[in-house]
Nanobody, 123 residues
Framework: QVQLVESGGGLVQAGGSLRLSCAASGRTFTFYAMGWFRQAPGKEREFVAA???????MDYADSVKGRFTISRDNERTVYLQMNSLKPEDTAVYYC?????????????????WGQGTQVTVSS
């Protein structure tokens, strides 16, 4: 089992920035991917960004490309730096983990999920 703990959500004005963190613990894997999804009220959960186990591969949703940056450290912690935030970025953000080298964009590809952290962007 893998446990994921997110932090860093909050309330910010449009144009502002937030940094989310997610620490993974528990079972270790040689290859893995970590990512972020988000879900706004009344909408389906959507892919935001993902990064490979060594940071060599990254993927972003078109809606956040150029504004969000995903990164990781050597201790299985992943970060999501969110700049130029917009009201439409308001959602619960979930950290995810998949024991595979491939980066996925669908929720079913990630068997492990954090509890979620709320991000609210006011206009």
């Amino acid at each position: 089992q893998v446990q994921l703990v997110e932090s860093g959500g909050g309330l910010v004005q449009a144009g502002g920035s937030l940094r989310l963190s997610c620490a993974a613990s528990g079972r270790t894997f040689t290859f893995y991917a970590m990512g972020w999804f988000r879900q706004a009220p009344g909408k389906e959960r959507e892919f935001v960004a993902a990064i490979s186990w060594n940071g060599g591969l990254m993927d972003y949703a078109d809606s956040v490309k150029g504004r969000f940056t995903i990164s990781r450290d050597n201790e299985r912690t992943v970060y999501l730096q969110m700049n130029s935030l917009k009201p439409e970025d308001t959602a619960v953000y979930y950290c995810t983990f998949s024991p595979t080298w491939a980066l996925g964009r669908t929720a079913t590809e990630y068997p492990y999920w954090g509890q979620g952290t709320q991000v609210t962007v006011s206009s």
